[in-house]
């Protein structure tokens, strides 16, 4: 009954933590949502500048490449995690991503730009660092709403990130005091300079009122240092043998083709979205699609921070999973299908799909993970790092799979057309849900009736 009424660590988070680390994950996400505006403005510039034709192949691996530095890093992240504390990782993140927000917004080459994703995307696999923190600090009754904070918090990022993304970008073409300065010469320096201040006030924050959540007699034993190469090979080990488990395994194979579907969206959305009416698409500026990404945002945020625990305590974690992987199947298949009649209403009920969906199913998932993590007595900073790199994978082969599907079916007719990516992500939903019914999961919830 004991360790039913208190964390793990034997440490409860006051409300200074919790906010924190709601600022550390919304960052996060606003460094990977802020270029989803004009990533590819910022291709097609720089690519003019230095002659180069392929601005498909480097607008792919801009998108990517902040995914493969997490996918690489985030489980190294979450072990060393366990063996130094959560809040020097943490905060060595936040260092990171001040200097590459700035770095990539005054980016003048392609690879300058590369280089600038794939670092913040180092420092930024510290979001496995922030879900451990919180199952260090939280009763199992806590943890779903808890865990839903932190996916408000992504849903809060990803709102800003996109719309500031899109409203910030070239300033000098909208307001005078920017023409002949910086932001002139680089057009998307000052969305990502403020998401460096964001970053700099978290630091603080963070270095005043986090405190650490593991306990020293509590943190892994090993202390030896190994090369990176040893790193990497236990790393794919550590994957391999949770992938191996019967029911993390299958969760995070779940979660792995949750996040595949997810993300095929993010590179084919804004391409359908800006398409010519007389095409099939919407005709979107750049602005309106930033406003789409604010409203998923919006909705994930209200989803997260208000009904997933309510709805937790009713239906219990793996039946809202399952519930939010359908409805954002839906939502992702109708978005080719969109009416320019209505188009804003039409818009709405499907990003609410996605969202709300969206917004079930990440809590959920990051809390039946740590239930059955603590069930089968593993370090659940080990379990996490290896959950956020399977979907930092997902991530890496989503847009690259959507932008490729969409390059070979957008001009063609019939049943192989523009609409084919987004029902590859409706059936990876459906895998997905299907999937979902081999994990057996003992919740500690009591679903009411």
């Known amino acids: 009954m004991d360790e039913e009424a208190n964390p793990s660590s034997g440490l409860d988070a006051g409300k200074g933590a919790l906010v924190v680390l709601f600022l550390v994950t919304m960052i996060d996400m606003i460094g990977f949502g802020i270029v989803i505006p004009f990533l590819t403005y910022l291709v097609e510039d720089l690519a003019i500048d230095q002659n180069i034709t392929a601005i498909g192949l480097w607008v792919g691996l801009l998108m990517t490449s902040y995914s493969a530095a997490q996918f690489l890093f985030s489980p190294i992240l979450g072990s060393l995690s366990d063996r130094i504390g959560r809040r020097p990782v943490l905060m060595i993140g936040l260092v990171g991503n001040t200097v590459f927000f700035t770095m990539f917004g005054l980016a003048n080459t392609l690879l300058m730009a590369l280089a600038a994703r794939f670092m913040a995307g180092v420092f930024n696999g510290n979001i496995a660092v922030a879900r451990a923190y919180i199952g260090d600090v939280s009763t199992p009754k806590q943890l779903a709403s808890r ?20 409203e910030l970008s070239s300033p000098a ?42 306990e020293p007699e509590s943190r892994s034993k090993r202390t030896t240092t190994q090369k990176w190469s040893t790193i990497m090979k236990h790393t794919a080990s550590n994957v391999k043998r949770m992938l191996a488990t019967k029911n993390i395994g299958s969760l995070m194979w779940v979660t792995f083709l949750y ?18 009416p007389a095409q099939g698409g919407l005709g979107f500026s750049e602005a309106d699609n930033g406003r789409i990404f604010a409203l998923i945002g919006i909705l994930g945020i209200v989803t997260q921070g208000g009904l997933i625990g309510p709805l937790t305590r009713k239906y219990g974690s793996m039946f809202i ?36 969906g969206n917004g079930l199913f990440q809590p959920s998932s990051s809390t039946i993970l740590t239930s059955l993590a603590r069930q089968d007595d593993y370090e659940l900073g080990a379990v996490m790092g290896s959950q956020e790199s399977l979907s930092s994978f997902a991530r890496i082969l989503g847009p690259l799979t959507g932008g490729y599907v969409w390059t070979i079916t957008v001009e063609r007719s019939g049943f192989f057309d523009y609409h084919t990516a987004f029902h590859i992500c409706g059936v990876l939903m459906m895998l997905a849900f299907l999937l979902s019914f081999k994990v057996k999961f003992k919740t500690t919830e009591q679903p009411s009736q």
């Open 321 to 356: 999973l399952r519930f939010g992987t359908i409805l954002s199947g839906i939502g992702l298949v109708l978005i080719p299908y969109s009416s320019l009649d209505f188009v804003w209403a039409w818009m709405a009920i499907i990003t609410g799909c996605i969202a709300i």
């Open 259 to 276: 996040m595949f579907g997810f993300t095929v969206m993010h590179a084919v959305f804004i391409l359908f979205t800006q398409m010519d």
């Open 173 to 214: 073409e909208r307001w005078d005091l920017f023409v002949g300065t910086i932001f002139e010469t680089h057009p998307y320096l000052l969305p990502c300079i403020l998401a460096s201040v964001l970053s700099i006030f978290s630091l603080i924050l963070a270095f005043r009122y986090l405190p650490e959540s593991l």
């Open 147 to 166: 865990m839903g904070l932190i996916g408000a918090a992504f849903g809060l990022g990803f709102t800003i990130g996109p719309f500031l993304g899109g």
